[in-house]
């Protein structure tokens, strides 16, 4: 059961078209134990995700080639990226475009220009919870595996 508790670095994905907006993210992100991958669009995001393990999202939305409500929704729709949390980054205000981002089934929401304090807090809070539901899966799989065993 040891292996239930394995700790390790968490991988942030960070998706901006903005060079500058992504080299910020990136600084604010330093105080925090993570790895960090850049991603300049959704394409991008989309591809990395496919093929590596992803703990949490910081997606901006209007960026060129697909939007970050169209990345969002690929992803929730995606049984094996469904329950990546997803912080939108946005400088969009609108209650329309809220909306839209809830229904593309992102997690939370962030305004540029960021506030790192209120960044690195979210980012936390969303890290735990990912821990948790991590954590919590592996346990259900251990449970079942022992049930399936019993029944032999």
């Known amino acids: 059961m040891k292996d239930l508790d394995q700790e390790k670095t968490p991988v942030i994905l960070v998706v901006d ?7 910020l993210l990136q600084a604010c992100l330093e105080d925090i134990d993570c790895t960090i991958v850049p991603a300049q669009d959704g394409p991008e995001a989309l591809d990395i995700t496919a ?12 960026m060129p080639k697909m939007s970050g409500f169209e990345v969002c929704k690929r992803l929730k729709n995606d049984p094996k990226t469904t329950d990546i949390p997803i912080i939108m980054v946005t400088a969009l205000s609108e209650f329309g475009d809220i909306e839209r981002g ?17 960044l690195l807090t979210r980012v ?14 592996r346990t259900l799989a251990y449970l079942s ?8």
């Open 51 to 62: 093929s590596q393990t992803v703990d949490l999202v910081l997606l901006d939305i209007m």
């Open 124 to 137: 936390k809070t969303m890290l735990k919870l990912k821990h948790v539901t991590d954590k919590l899966e």
């Open 17 to 23: 078209d903005n060079q500058q907006n992504l080299e």
């Open 102 to 118: 809830i229904d593309a089934g992102t997690d939370d929401f962030l305004s540029k220009p960021v506030n790192k304090l209120e």
């Open 145 to 152: 595996e022992i049930e399936q065993q019993a029944q032999k």
